[in-house]
């Protein structure tokens, strides 16, 4: 398993429900895969529909793992 630090906020409001989950496997990881399938895990156990993990460089890991949304922003602009 994966050392996960998860950032707990308690929260009391009933109205507040979270429908998505963004995160970015660490820094230095060779391969992203395990990390983005026990993220993926969580955000199912949570029921969590919309699951946004993965960048330019490591994106098709992401969709395999369940992404629903991924970010590549340096593959379209470039470095900055």
Known sequence: MIP???LAIPINYKECR???QNDVHPAGRQDPTPYF???AALAKA???PILNQGMSGDYPAAIAAGATH???GTAIFGEH
């Open 37 to 39: 399938n026990e993220m």
């Open 46 to 48: 949570h029921h969590l």
């Open 4 to 6: 996960i630090k998860p």
């Open 70 to 72: 991924v970010r590549v």
């Open 18 to 20: 979270s429908r998505r």
